[in-house]
């Protein structure tokens, strides 16, 4: 069965300070690979995504680190805030060979920011 | 633009009564459409897909089933429902391919 795999599962971070949430994969065929952030008792949100023919991509203070050869990629949030404070999942899709784009998607890592 | 609108928001539901689920979506035509489920604290589950009216795909064998009788309407049914099938729904659409999906604000459903 293709798997995401997510990590940490939770992630305490100072206002201010970096936050690295990590992903891999196992699928080679995946070729999109997006972020969503999810509030409490809402519907997760695209946060920011990657293809594999780039390497990096960032969105103001979300970067997106993509290492196709590791099948690895990682969010970072710069200067974290406590609005950051969520669950961030983790998603990669096959979206080429087959139409219906299904994303699978990795546990999730609730994100606290402390003030 | 587009949007997506889940009904109901909270829904506490008696075990062996029946269930549905509506979801809409405004402002594209022939979107792909899913639902999953969330379990607390958990990831996401994909029940089911859809990329086209009429067209169903299950991802996981359970109590549940889904029809598209419209190109913008997504409905989640049950005949009977289990103390199992308690848990955060979620709707979404996709333009199709690797496209972002956008999620409607979930329904809570409780079964007692």
């Known amino acids: 069965q293709q798997q995401v795999k997510q990590s940490p599962q939770s992630l305490i971070v100072q206002k201010g300070g970096i936050s690295i949430i990590n992903c891999a994969y196992e699928?080679?065929?995946?070729?999109?690979f997006p972020w969503y952030q999810q509030f409490p008792g809402k519907g997760p949100a695209l946060l920011i995504a990657?293809?594999?023919?780039?390497s990096e991509k960032k969105e103001g203070r979300f970067t997106i680190s993509f290492n196709k050869s590791a099948k690895q990629f990682s969010l970072h949030i710069m200067d974290s805030q406590p609005g950051d404070s969520a669950t961030y999942f983790c998603a990669a899709s096959d979206g080429l060979n087959t139409n219906a784009g299904k994303s699978t998607f990795g546990d999730g890592t609730t994100l606290t920011v402390k003030p | 633009s587009q949007t997506i609108h889940q009904w109901p928001a909270t829904l506490v539901q008696p075990v062996g009564s029946p269930l549905s689920l509506e979801c809409t979506v405004e402002g594209t035509s022939n979107p792909n459409l899913y639902w999953y489920r969330q379990a607390a604290g958990r990831g996401l589950q994909l029940l089911f897909y859809?990329?086209?009216?009429?067209?169903i795909s299950s991802e996981v064998p359970q109590n549940l089933s889904a029809s598209r009788p419209q190109d913008r309407q997504f409905i989640l049914s049950s005949k009977k429902l289990l103390l199992s099938d308690s848990g955060f729904y979620l709707c979404a659409w996709s333009r199709a391919g690797n496209q972002p999906q956008h999620f409607g604000d979930g329904t809570r459903l409780s079964i007692l």
């Open positions: 859809s990329v086209g009216i009429g067209q």
């Open positions: 990657i293809r594999p023919d780039v």
């Open positions: 699928n080679t065929a995946f070729d999109y």
